[in-house]
């Protein structure tokens, strides 16, 4: 009965998944007494399940030709078509929403986006549970996709140290292909299942031993590991938990600065361990950096404070705080520290959304539930230029990269510019069409970056006056779940995706 149920195509499985999960909130809500929302979660679910056994047993006697294309069509509608099935309970239990708002919110969530349409005191414990939850299956998928779909494609940054074409499988992968991607996916999932749910669980401990309380422990768990930024209540510069809880939280988003933090099944270096590993060096150099920039600006700018703020505990506060949000935007998690506050007085600029812009675009680790550039194709870019710099005050000089660095300096920086410009494209794009939907130019830049990096609480955090989604257009609504998606996919895929031959077939 179980291979017959792992044989089924991908969408199907990712469906039923789905649907399952449902129960989780219907449990919740019947716990809580809360008769509705429980109806509404166990009925979808029910359901979903039934519908997907109906489509299995009508499938069942059809001979599919499995490929990687196929994996990645199935990838693209999961997250497309999907949440409109996850929308349906949240929309029959708030039941005071446009079921556009409710898909909106879970393509939000299955993107890891996180931004959302509702305020924190509108939704009941349970819908909030339901959206970290969808955002911490989409971030399991992320991981599992870039090591059995993704990889194997040389797309999602992988394209940078490969040797094949993106979209292409290398040749000297060739026995790895010939395994069945289907079978592929169940071993990765096997494999990184356990350290997901491991690190979820540990963390959402620290939490609740911190001052949390366990259902916001719980969802600040779950949106840390897949960098959603999901809260219930706003953030977790409104938790319990404090200073404390923040440190704990900044130490597992360090595994969203490289796969090598939890996983070598994707190896991106040409040496092992995390501290040769350029992403995760060049992301704490980021982090380091760009706060300490912010905090010795207080004396290089001629901004003056008054007394009583100069003191160690208010310098010490200010530097935490920008070194907690800093590290949350470039993961494209997107939390605020509480400290944030005292470092921009610290900083004396006033909302430097420019900066929260550059750390969102530039992104985590590849393969990580991260969006953004990435810091892989970031590295590329760097080596190539100071290969450049070089070469141009010695025109005869000889590089001295062998191996690895070599193809990262050449085809590797070739690729990840390809990349960069069709991104500026996408965003070029996305503020055009936000700009003609009625959004301001500001505004448009900041939806387009917001949803492209998968940076959803970028809304709130970069503009003077914080974006209300709910007041956009329906057509505005549906170019923010087409640019999420996107985002979350990345052009060479999508292009890799049209470009085939799984059309044909």
Same mark, same amino acid.
């Given at each position: 009965?179980?291979?017959?149920?792992?044989?089924?195509?991908?969408?199907?499985?990712?469906?039923?998944?789905?649907?399952?999960?449902?129960?989780?909130?219907?449990?919740?809500?019947?716990?809580?007494?809360?008769?509705?929302?429980?109806?509404?979660?166990?009925?979808?679910?029910?359901?979903?399940?039934?519908?997907?056994?109906?489509?299995?047993?009508?499938?069942?006697?059809?001979?599919?030709?499995?490929?990687?294309?196929?994996?990645?069509?199935?990838?693209?509608?999961?997250?497309?078509?999907?949440?409109?099935?996850?929308? #349906?309970?949240?929309?029959?239990?708030?039941?005071?929403?446009?079921?556009? /708002?409710?898909?909106?919110?879970?393509?939000?969530?299955?993107?890891?986006?996180?931004?959302?349409?509702?305020?924190?005191?509108?939704?009941?414990?349970?819908?909030?549970?339901?959206?970290?939850?969808?955002?911490?299956?989409?971030?399991?998928?992320?991981?599992?996709?870039?090591?059995?779909?993704?990889?194997?494609?040389?797309?999602?940054?992988?394209?940078?140290?490969?040797?094949?074409?993106?979209?292409?499988?290398?040749?000297?992968?060739?026995?790895?292909?010939?395994?069945?991607?289907?079978?592929?996916? *169940?071993?990765?999932?096997?494999?990184?299942?356990? *350290?997901?749910?491991?690190?979820?669980?540990?963390?959402?401990?620290?939490?609740?031993?911190?001052?949390?309380?366990?259902?916001?422990?719980?969802?600040?768990?779950?949106?840390?590991?897949?960098?959603?930024? *999901?809260?219930?209540?706003?953030?977790?510069?409104?938790?319990?938990?404090?200073?404390?809880?923040?440190?704990?939280?900044?130490?597992?988003?360090?595994?969203?600065?490289?796969?090598?933090?939890?996983?070598?099944?994707?190896?991106?270096?040409?040496?092992?361990?995390?501290?040769?590993?350029?992403?995760?060096?060049?992301?704490?150099?980021?982090?380091?950096? #760009?706060?300490?920039?912010?905090?010795?600006?207080?004396?290089?700018?001629?901004?003056?404070?008054?007394?009583?703020?100069?003191?160690?505990?208010?310098?010490?506060?200010?530097?935490?705080?920008?070194?907690?949000?800093?590290?949350?935007?470039?993961?494209?998690?997107?939390?605020?520290?509480?400290?944030?506050?005292?470092?921009?007085?610290?900083?004396?600029?006033?909302?430097?959304?420019?900066?929260?812009?550059?750390?969102?675009?530039?992104?985590?680790? #590849?393969?990580?539930?991260?969006?953004?550039?990435?810091?892989?194709?970031?590295?590329?870019?760097?080596?190539?230029?100071?290969?450049?710099?070089?070469?141009? #005050?010695?025109?005869?000089?000889?590089?001295?990269?062998?191996?690895?660095?070599?193809?990262?300096?050449?085809?590797?920086?070739?690729?990840?510019?390809?990349?960069?410009?069709?991104?500026?494209?996408?965003?070029?794009?996305?503020?055009?069409?936000?700009?003609?939907?009625?959004?301001?130019?500001? /505004?448009?830049?900041?939806?387009?970056?917001?949803?492209?990096?998968?940076?959803?609480?970028?809304?709130?955090?970069?503009?003077?006056?914080? *974006?209300?989604?709910?007041?956009?257009?329906?057509?505005?609504?549906?170019?923010?779940?087409?640019?999420?998606?996107?985002?979350?996919?990345?052009?060479?895929?999508?292009?890799?995706?049209?470009?085939?031959?799984?059309?044909?077939?």
């Amino acid at each position: 009965m179980k291979p017959r149920i792992l044989d089924q195509p991908l969408f199907l499985l990712l469906t039923g998944i789905g649907a399952a999960a449902m129960f989780v909130p219907a449990i919740h809500a019947s716990v809580l007494n809360q008769h509705h929302e429980a109806r509404a979660f166990f009925y979808s679910g029910a359901l979903g399940l039934f519908v997907v056994a109906m489509v299995a047993l009508a499938m069942s006697s059809r001979n599919r030709k499995r490929g990687e294309m196929g994996n990645l069509l199935a990838l693209f509608a999961c997250f497309s078509v999907l949440p409109a099935m996850l929308a #349906v309970p949240f929309y029959e239990a708030l039941r005071t929403t446009s079921f556009l /708002n409710a898909y909106m919110e879970m393509v939000s969530s299955l993107t890891t986006t996180g931004s959302t349409l509702f305020a924190p005191e509108r939704l009941s414990s349970t819908l909030h549970l339901w959206r970290a939850q969808v955002g911490w299956m989409g971030g399991l998928l992320m991981w599992v996709a870039a090591a059995a779909i993704l990889a194997p494609l040389n797309l999602g940054g992988f394209e940078v140290t490969a040797s094949a074409e993106p979209g292409q499988s290398e040749t000297r992968h060739s026995q790895f292909e010939r395994a069945d991607p289907q079978r592929r996916i *169940i071993r990765v999932t096997a494999q990184l299942l356990p *350290i997901y749910a491991g690190l979820t669980l540990a963390l959402w401990i620290m939490l609740v031993a911190a001052g949390d309380r366990p259902l916001v422990g719980l969802c600040h768990a779950m949106s840390v590991m897949a960098t959603s930024g *999901i809260s219930p209540i706003g953030g977790v510069q409104n938790a319990g938990s404090g200073m404390a809880g923040e440190a704990v939280i900044a130490l597992f988003l360090l595994f969203a600065l490289s796969r090598l933090t939890f996983s070598s099944d994707t190896i991106t270096t040409a040496r092992r361990g995390i501290h040769h590993d350029p992403e995760f060096r060049l992301g704490m150099l980021i982090v380091i950096g #760009v706060p300490l920039v912010l905090f010795l600006r207080h004396w290089l700018a001629s901004y003056g404070a008054q007394d009583g703020q100069d003191g160690l505990l208010t310098a010490l506060r200010a530097l935490w705080g920008g070194i907690f949000t800093t590290l949350s935007v470039l993961t494209t998690t997107g939390f605020e520290s509480a400290d944030w506050t005292t470092a921009r007085d610290w900083s004396g600029l006033t909302t430097p959304g420019l900066i929260f812009l550059g750390l969102a675009l530039t992104g985590g680790g #590849v393969a990580t539930t991260a969006g953004g550039v990435k810091l892989l194709r970031v590295w590329a870019l760097y080596l190539n230029g100071l290969r450049e710099m070089e070469r141009l #005050v010695h025109p005869s000089s000889v590089g001295r990269a062998t191996g690895l660095s070599r193809r990262i300096r050449k085809q590797g920086a070739y690729i990840a510019w390809i990349f960069f410009m069709l991104f500026a494209l996408s965003l070029a794009a996305g503020t055009v069409v936000f700009s003609a939907l009625g959004s301001s130019f500001e /505004n448009a830049i900041i939806l387009s970056v917001a949803a492209l990096s998968t940076t959803g609480p970028l809304i709130s955090l970069a503009p003077e006056t914080k *974006i209300v989604l709910a007041d956009l257009a329906g057509s505005a609504k549906l170019v923010f779940c087409a640019v999420m998606v996107l985002g979350r996919l990345e052009m060479l895929a999508i292009i890799a995706l049209l470009t085939s031959d799984v059309w044909r077939r």
